[in-house]
């Protein structure tokens, strides 16, 4: 391999991609009225959240110039595991530099070589990473699939440990996952859940706990993962579960172990943010229903929907240029909304991914609402297209 084999390598393979119409580049929120990113309660840039990161800048400076436990460790990481544990109703809680990296850390610190992993088909990169990581027996069940859930704890005779690992709320179908069956078949079959509440906290259950605390299943959960850079504004992702696990995870979590911790002024904003999230439950109310509302829209107009419950709504269009064609329509009329293709979701389940904010006002939720109305009936009347 030389530079230039290894370039034409990468722009074929780049070529392709695009052939596909799956071309990418990173791209802001947009001028348009906001449903592209995940600040679901609008408190990324809330004045108090600012005033709390910018207090911790000042005392830490910028970052937190070491590995949590080579001296990097700051206060305020310690009052944001404490606030979460508390929230959970756990013991502990551990934060990671992002809620990647703290779903790899807890699957492959928690799930060891022998254990079963039952994982839905759709989850998330970075559980699908951990677990990978952890070398645990994996065995991949459709999404929201109860029943299968059930078979393949049956027909498992490996003797491990075993876990269910998957989305409380699911980040692009934004359906709420099935967690009181999941449960009772946990109960049933010796298993725990493993949660990643990324699109759940903040938005559902008492308080905002998320999906696992919606259902009350809290028995059955070995260990809960909220990433930060969503309802709570910021970023860094946090581990909840009881002291033994969080003590192992703090052990044995290489992205724990091995990075730089999260910027204390982060962990200060976000603190803040998740206070505000529970003692304003308007924000989290206003978010879903909005999502109701287009979701409802969207069926009106004959377009197949999925999601309801949180924040999240998916419109989904089948082919890549069908979304990307309503993505477009959308931004037309001032409506930021983003075309979402293989492989983040499965091939013919191209979409238009909706993410509903606490923020916009009732003008902007009625723009919104007839601008999905008007693209949703125009995308019914062009024929499919492959
Ligand atoms: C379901 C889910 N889990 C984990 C993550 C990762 O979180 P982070 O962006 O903090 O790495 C995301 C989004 O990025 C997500 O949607």
């Known amino acids: 391999v030389t530079r230039g084999s290894l370039d034409r390598d990468a722009r074929a393979e780049v070529d392709r991609l695009a052939r596909l119409g799956l071309a990418r580049a990173p791209t802001g929120a947009g001028a348009g009225l906001d449903l592209v ?62 809620g990647s990296a703290a779903n790899q850390g807890v699957l492959g610190a928690l799930l060891r070589p022998g254990d079963l992993a039952v994982c839905d088909a759709r989850n998330h ?67 725990l859940l493993v949660v990643d509440e990324a699109h759940a906290a903040g938005v559902v259950g008492p308080d905002g706990a998320g999906a696992a605390a919606l259902a009350g299943v809290e028995d059955v959960v070995a260990a809960r993962v909220v990433p930060l850079g969503k309802a709570f504004g ?96 959308l931004r037309a009329r001032g409506v930021e909304a983003r075309a979402v293709r293989p492989p983040t979701v499965p091939e013919g389940e191209a979409r238009v991914r909706l993410s509903c904010h606490a923020s916009p006002s009732d003008a902007e939720v009625e723009r919104a609402a007839e601008a999905l109305r008007e693209a949703a009936t125009r995308a019914a009347a062009v024929p499919a297209r492959g």
């Open 37 to 98: 990113t995940n600040d679901y309660l609008g408190l990324r840039d809330d004045p108090r959240v600012l005033a709390a990161a910018r207090a911790a800048l000042e005392r830490r400076g910028l970052g937190a110039g070491a590995a949590r436990l080579l001296g990097g460790d700051h206060p305020e990481h310690r009052a944001l595991e404490a606030a979460f544990a508390r929230a959970h109703g756990e013991e502990a809680a551990v934060l990671f530099p992002s």
């Open 125 to 191: 990169g970075s559980l699908v990473d951990g677990v990978r990581l952890s070398r645990a027996r994996r065995a991949i069940v459709p999404h929201g699939d109860v029943l299968a859930v059930e078979d393949a704890l049956r027909k498992d005779a490996g003797g491990g440990r075993r876990f269910v690992v998957l989305e409380g709320v699911h980040g692009m179908e934004g359906d709420v996952a099935p967690l009181a069956d999941l449960a009772d078949v946990c109960r049933r079959l010796d298993a």
């Open 234 to 329: 910021g970023a860094g992702g946090v581990v909840t579960a009881s002291a033994a696990v969080c003590d192992e995870v703090v052990h044995r979590a290489r992205a724990y172990l091995f990075a730089t911790a999260l910027p204390p002024a982060v962990a200060a904003g976000v603190a803040e943010a998740h206070r505000l999230a529970r003692a304003e439950p308007e924000r989290r109310a206003r978010a879903t229903a909005l999502a109701r509302r287009l979701a409802g829209v969207l069926e009106e107009a004959g377009a197949r929907v999925a999601g309801r419950g949180a924040a999240v709504v998916s419109w989904i269009l089948g082919s890549a240029a069908a979304a990307l064609d309503a993505a477009a329509a």
